[in-house]
């Protein structure tokens, strides 16, 4: 594939999205890697309208230093005169001038239809501006075409077909940022805090906010409360008290419900001091999070693809997210698809429209509603955490007791993992022993890297002793072996023959049988965020190389994924095997850069990527081969990967995992004590594409390397041409794995984990 001789321009439209820089970034580099002319559209479809100086041609260097950067770097505005038909009419002449015939659009559902009806007017606003004679007919038939790729940037996640749009993540981790931090006041004090959040018309923001943060009440506009639920409003019991409302919530008869007003309620019928925190546009500022850069540079490479490839037959795609995959989506056709939900909740079939708001959006609300309510207990679980500690593990705890406890039956926390299972270190746990631990990071059970190989004696002794009816384990590749080392051991004690299931939490992502374990968005965050100020340090400083080691064992997945999120240059991993000339290309890669005046690099190494080429070696032979062109630093981020508050992802990644482990475990099973010895009952539940499923941990040892820890096959490998294609590296264009085209149903739209 080449763009030789052609000309493509990238805007951004409508409300600013954080990671739409990002996304520009990614759109420039790659069109200029396929050696099209890329134009940079300043202000919207209004730099369009307007010509002149808001078309600028880019270079490499244009888009340099902006992929940490919230809003966007190109501006937005909302243009009333790409309405008209006048408008239009200047905006193709413009485009025709530089001979740009190939447009990606970053924006909402509104920018994008302005995109599609320009296409579809193309032919004949190039006839009318041969008619006024502005333009030859030489020159019209030589653009006759414009092909357009619309990236969806929107904090609300309200665009069907794609499980995420581009600013949705981040917005939630300004929106837990500040939760967070209310929460140590509610804490404090015997206070209910009512927060607003944007979402006029979607309640994303609401719903998947409430379920990270455990919020007592919830309004959203799909699911308006029931009649008299003002009589109805209460609270659990604990000192802590979060309602959330997103700003479109209404009532059943359609009446908004205002946070005030909730507020104001509380007060009369409850008594409760309430205070009330309108999160505004911060919810749009700040950092993009690590999933919304890596998830713009996935969608502004395919983009670029996607216009590349496209035909004057093509039709106008989107580019959307399938699981880990970036997609080609009918751009119409969602377009309609998102209109209909809000048909639906003008129609008052507020049923309908949460079905049309897609799978994870039905089954966020169901189990929100699930956690809500208590009932007696009576068989029993165990749960405990195992390896090192991991962001989430402590959001799949409460959401698995709470459903246990819901549905009857009695739970019991092992503190420390398999040792403390085998020192019976077991605690019964009640509703509200699990209050507030969404948001906590690292491990509040305690966890150990202990095996139950050596103690299994004592095992057995602890759930007979308890009468433990089924197991359920959170934690990294050690919990994954332990668990297959108790169902080995089934023949040997009757005892073991109870439902297992095990929850993948580990920074390093290396548990066989998910795409994505607890902890690892949270790791990436963290590492891009160590490396975003190890790379502002270097500022005022000219041509400063750094190298930087992740954490990950012998799994490359940490450093690939912060290397796209930071644009390092360069990600050494295990799975990709390098040499010296691999190391020396890199130094005279990153030695041409510093001599376009380029002020930094930044080169990323997982901690075990090779035996002999260490970090401090990597940092001498840099300092060695750069002398008189750059100087190098080292920094080792260490355990700062594993600490911190969760990110949203892991917060309901790690409630979803807790409910669907407990209906795995007890909800498909008869009541009582269950004999479980086949291996469908020992199992890793994870997540695989788009969908939670299920592997028993006997199929799995056939695909695990147990020697370095990880899957025979990862996913994520297909990301590291991308990498250093955003890079400049010459690279094969053919190791790029492009998008698949999907078709957009009712049943497939936003089936996101979020």
């Not at 739970?411 to 969404?438: I, N």
């Not at 975003?532 to 750094?546: N, W």
Request: glycine share 10%.
């Amino acid at each position: 594939m080449t763009g030789a001789g052609r000309a493509m321009a990238v805007l951004t439209s409508g409300g600013d999205a954080q990671g739409m820089n990002a996304a520009v970034r990614a759109v420039t580099r790659m069109g200029i890697y396929v050696g099209a002319k890329v134009y940079l559209i300043y202000e919207g479809y209004q730099g369009m309208v307007d010509g002149g100086d808001n078309i600028k041609l880019a270079n490499w260097q244009s888009v340099s230093n902006i992929i940490q950067q919230g809003g966007t770097a190109i501006g937005s505005a909302r243009c009333k005169a790409f309405t008209t038909r006048e408008g239009r009419i200047a905006a193709a002449f413009n485009l025709v001038k530089k001979g740009i015939t190939n447009l990606c659009v970053c924006g909402g559902d509104g920018s994008l239809t302005g995109a599609n009806i320009f296409r579809c007017e193309w032919s004949s606003l190039l006839d009318e501006l041969v008619q006024k004679g502005r333009i030859t007919d030489t020159l019209a038939k030589q653009h006759a075409h414009l092909n357009i790729v619309g990236l969806v940037g929107s904090i609300d996640n309200d665009f069907c077909g794609t499980d995420m749009t581009i600013g949705a993540d981040s917005a939630l981790h300004r929106i837990m940022e500040i939760i967070d931090a209310i929460m140590t006041t509610a804490q404090s004090h015997q206070r209910t805090f009512v927060l607003e959040v944007m979402g006029r018309h979607c309640g994303y923001l609401a719903l998947v906010s409430a379920l990270a943060s455990g919020a007592d009440w919830l309004f959203i506009p799909e699911a308006p409360p029931q009649e008299g639920w003002e009589d109805r409003i209460r609270t659990t019991g604990s000192r802590l008290n979060i309602i959330i409302i997103a700003e479109g919530a209404i009532d059943i008869n359609g009446k908004p419900i205002s946070s005030t007003y909730v507020k104001d309620l509380v007060v009369q019928r409850l008594g409760y001091d309430t205070r009330v925190t309108v999160l505004g546009h911060v919810q749009r500022g700040g950092t993009p999070s690590a999933f919304d850069r890596i998830l713009s540079s996935k969608l502004g490479v395919e983009a670029v693809v996607a216009l590349m490839e496209a035909t004057p037959d093509t039709p106008p795609c989107a580019i959307g997210l399938s699981g880990n995959q970036a997609v080609r989506l009918p751009l119409m056709e969602c377009v309609e698809m998102t209109k209909l939900v809000q048909i639906a909740m003008d129609e008052k079939r507020f049923e309908e429209a949460i079905k049309l708001r897609g799978g994870s959006f039905e089954n966020n609300w169901k189990i929100y509603k699930l956690l809500s309510f208590q009932k007696p207990s009576k068989v029993s679980l165990a749960v405990l955490n195992v390896g090192a500690p991991a962001a989430g593990m402590n959001a799949a705890v409460r959401s698995a007791v709470r459903l246990a406890l819901t549905h009857g039956q009695k739970v019991y926390a092992v503190h420390d993992g398999f040792q403390g299972l085998a020192d019976g270190k077991v605690v019964e746990m009640e509703w509200h022993s699990v209050a507030g631990w969404t948001g906590q990071g690292g491990s509040l059970l305690g966890t150990k890297r202990t095996l139950p190989e050596k103690h299994m004696e004592k095992i057995v002794e602890t759930i007979s002793k308890f009468n433990i009816s089924a197991l359920l384990v959170i934690g990294g590749f050690e919990g994954y072996a332990g668990v297959l080392q108790l169902f080995e051991a089934r023949g040997r004690y009757d005892e073991l023959c109870i439902p297992m299931c095990l929850i993948p939490a580990t920074v390093s992502n290396n548990v066989p049988g998910t795409d994505f374990s607890l902890g690892a968005d949270t790791a990436v965050n963290a590492a891009m965020e160590g490396c975003d100020k190890i790379k502002q340090s270097a500022s005022g400083t000219k041509r400063r190389v750094f190298v930087v080691e992740t954490m990950g064992g012998f799994c490359g997945y940490l450093a690939t994924c912060t290397g796209i999120a930071v644009g390092a240059d360069a990600a050494y991993i295990f799975e990709d095997p390098f040499n010296i000339q691999d190391l020396k290309t890199n130094v005279d890669h990153l030695t041409e850069k510093m001599k376009k005046d380029v002020q930094r690099g930044l080169v990323l190494r997982n901690e075990k990527c090779h035996e002999n080429y260490t970090t401090d070696f990597i940092h001498r032979l840099y300092s060695s081969e750069g002398k008189g062109i750059f100087d190098c630093r080292v920094n080792v981020l260490g355990h700062l990967q594993q600490g911190g508050a969760p990110s949203p992802f892991d917060r309901n990644f790690g409630t979803k995992l807790g409910v669907r482990a407990i209906h795995m475990i007890f909800l498909s099973s008869p009541p009582g004590r269950v004999f479980a010895n086949s291996p469908s009952t020992a199992c890793v539940l994870g997540l695989n594409r788009k969908v939670i499923s299920f592997s028993p941990v006997t199929e799995l040892k056939a695909v695990t390397d147990f020697e370095h820890r990880m899957p025979r096959v990862q996913w994520w490998f297909n990301l590291r041409p991308m990498l250093r294609m955003l890079a400049r590296y010459q690279t094969s264009f053919c190791e790029y794995v492009p998008g698949e085209i999907e078709h957009v149903t009712r049943r497939s739209i936003n089936t996101n984990i979020q």
